[in-house]
């Protein structure tokens, strides 16, 4: 049972235009979202999360809306640059529960 | 502030062997988990350790194991390897175990190592 759901498994964007990213979830409970950025053979780069309580987080470039009635979140990345082409994962977490990922979208970017 | 440092990086080993991968989470912070990364699988939960105890296990099994010392560094541990075990192991330190320790207003935060990319032949 996939509690974190990206149905994109890629996405191409042009330099300079708004990447957006989707991920959906199943469970109610979870209280913390977070989306990391993945390029090949590293580990995962955080890059922004957010808690229940709030319905949109800013950092730079990169915004993160919540929609708990819909359990649908997004990742915006404006202006989209070449070097954000990766694989971005999505993933929520309850309290003292382990943190959950989604399949990953590839997003390229197109110069 | 140094960030997340798993070692070895690389390592190859024989079916029926046994290894150890090491990490050493960010100064300061107290929880480490532990996952693995196969193609075509995603990022699966092994377990997460806070204050040396684990609490919580992903669906391994039992040739898995792990431990965090006092100082927050993890092992993790994998015995009988076989050639599915290949994969790369990532290691996470977040601040906190649970995000009832942190601010309801912040945002919890989870940092990744490189990883330790182990191929069982």
């Known amino acids: 049972d996939q509690q974190v759901k990206q149905n994109s498994p890629s996405l191409s964007v042009q330099e300079g235009r708004i990447s957006i990213l989707n991920c959906d979830y199943t469970?109610?409970?979870?209280?913390?979202f977070l989306w990391y950025k993945k390029y090949p053979a590293e580990g995962p780069t955080f890059l922004i999360s957010?808690?229940?309580?709030?319905d949109k987080n800013e950092d730079g470039r990169f915004t993160v809306f919540l929609n708990k009635s819909a359990k649908h979140l997004s990742l915006h990345i404006v202006p989209s640059q070449p070097g954000d082409s990766a694989v971005y994962f999505c993933a929520a977490k309850t309290s003292y529960d382990k943190v959950i990922f989604g399949p990953g979208t590839s997003l390229s970017v197109i110069p | 502030k140094a960030g997340v440092t798993q070692t070895p990086r690389y390592l190859i080993k024989t079916r029926g062997q046994q290894v150890t991968l090491s990490c050493s989470p960010i100064?300061?912070?107290?929880?480490v988990s532990w996952y693995q990364q196969t193609p075509g699988q995603g990022l699966q939960f092994l377990f997460e350790?806070?204050?040396?105890?684990?609490?919580n296990k992903g669906n391994f099994p039992g040739r898995f194991s792990g431990r965090q010392f006092s100082n927050s560094r993890s092992e993790m541990n994998v015995s009988t390897l076989e050639l599915g075990d290949s994969a790369l192991y990532l290691c996470a330190s977040s601040l906190a175990f649970g995000t009832q320790f942190a601010d309801p207003s912040s945002s919890y935060e989870q940092y990744f190592g490189p990883g330790t990319r182990l191929t069982v032949t």
């Open positions: 350790y806070f204050s040396e105890t684990q609490r």
């Open positions: 100064s300061g912070h107290r929880s």
């Open positions: 957010i808690s229940s309580i709030k």
């Open positions: 469970n109610s409970m979870f209280d913390y």
